[in-house]
């Protein structure tokens, strides 16, 4: 699809179609799985948890109101996801292993020269904030979410929200006056 206002149609349908899946896929796949990934910071478990929301939305597409947009709709089931995932205990054990066992292979190298040190050091303080601040910073910066929007997702006043990006701005200024030292 060439934009995200063609997909708000589907907040007057029932049911999705497969082709209509394959559209929110394409149009909001890489958003979903990088917002996953801010939560988890584990990039396996946010492609599952981006699996997972398509999954579910295709299956309960009818819950969707149209109160808000598609996308928004998508990082609310997103971030139940995540942070149901970070609250198991199956993945505290995974995350405690992957601590204490030695470490492995490193990044291939081409891997290694694609990404440029500066970017990595930016998502690297990004990483580091709180997942409050966090989330906030990343859904206004990398997915342009509105304050109201943020607000509904998060289930917090705009108020919340605007002192938690603001509290994350400063965060990351900090954070790159270090760096640069």
């Not at 995932?85 to 190298?109: D, N, Q």
């Not at 990595?120 to 601040?133: C, D, F, P, Q």
């Not at 509904?152 to 990006?165: A, I, N, Y």
């Amino acid at each position: 699809m060439d934009s995200q206002m063609e997909l708000q149609y589907l907040a007057y349908k029932d049911k999705l179609d497969k082709g209509e899946l394959d559209d929110l896929m394409t149009e909001y796949g890489d958003d979903v799985r990088r917002y996953a990934y801010a939560i988890t910071k584990n990039r396996e478990q946010a492609k599952d948890i981006a699996q997972e929301v398509f999954i579910r939305a295709y299956r309960g597409f009818g819950s969707f109101r149209g109160s808000s947009s598609v996308k928004t709709w998508l990082f609310s089931i997103t971030r139940n996801l995540a942070i149901n995932e970070m609250k198991s205990s199956y993945v505290r054990r995974i995350v405690l292993f992957e601590w204490v066992k030695p470490a492995g292979v490193g990044e291939s190298a081409e891997t290694a020269y694609l990404e440029e040190q500066s970017v990595r050091e930016i998502r690297a303080a990004m990483m580091s904030l709180s997942v409050k601040l966090r989330e906030v910073l990343l859904l206004t910066l990398e997915h342009g979410l509105t304050m109201p929007e943020i607000a509904g997702l998060l289930s917090v006043s705009e108020g919340t929200v605007k002192s938690r990006l603001h509290r994350a701005r400063q965060a990351m200024d900090r954070k790159r006056k270090e760096i640069e030292r």
